[in-house]
T-cell receptor, first 113, second 109 residues
């Protein structure tokens, strides 16, 4: 069965460290997204991609970057982790034909100390 | 003002009750609308799309009022398993969805 997986599921890091969260989908979807979810803010879009070599900034992109070298993967990098980036991160994908249905990964819980 | 606003709740209802949530959106050009469900510490999942004419899926009914810019979700005969957070989602343009903060529902025996 097709799926979308994130790793690591839990990570604790220190302020200033670089962190990369992996996202891999086997749906063959063109569209991929990274969201963060915090109490009081709901899901907020960080970056998104509509295809290979395409990346775009979302609502809360400062301090984050992504790259899309193939269809399956959209890794999210925190260049220099800050305590404000402690959150739960969700990766999602959708097909071009049905953009309303996002398939989410199980989430990555990141703690920055 | 947030693009998509929901009452965070929680809505505490007994089993068998009917409960309704509303959601308002600010962009009058919004094109499509959805309800997602999120269980505690889990990923969101699509519950249903919301069509202009209203639509029903079993015990769930979704309605859209474009003039007043709100979306509703009605759950009849609530089950314990309906306990979750319900996210209102709007597609303004392209392939990007904007999520509301969610409404938490707790169904009690």
């Amino acid at each position: 069965d097709a799926e979308i997986t994130q790793s690591p599921r839990h990570k604790i890091t220190e302020t200033g460290r670089q962190v990369t969260l992996a996202c891999h989908q086997t749906w063959n979807h063109n569209n991929m997204f990274w969201y963060r979810q915090d109490l009081g803010h709901g899901l907020r879009l960080i970056h998104y991609s509509y295809g290979v070599q395409d990346t775009n900034k979302g609502e809360v992109s400062d301090g984050y970057s992504v790259s899309r070298s193939n269809t399956e993967d959209l890794p999210l990098t925190l260049e220099s982790a800050a305590s404000s980036q402690t959150s739960v991160y969700f990766c999602a994908s959708s097909s071009t034909a049905n953009t309303g249905e996002l398939f989410f990964g199980e989430g990555s819980r990141l703690t920055v100390l | 003002r947030k693009e998509v606003e929901q009452d965070p709740g929680p809505f505490n209802v007994p089993e068998g009750a009917t409960v309704a949530f509303n959601c308002t959106y600010s962009n009058s050009a919004s094109q499509s609308f959805f309800w997602y469900r999120q269980d505690c510490r889990k990923e969101p999942k699509l519950l249903m799309s919301v069509y202009s004419s209203g639509n029903e899926d079993g015990r769930f009914t979704a309605q859209l009022n474009r003039a007043s810019q709100y979306i509703s979700l009605l759950i009849r005969d609530s089950k314990l398993s309906d306990s979750a957070t319900y996210l209102c989602v709007v597609n303004n343009a392209g392939n990007m969805l904007t999520f509301g903060g969610g409404t938490r529902l707790m169904v009690k025996p």
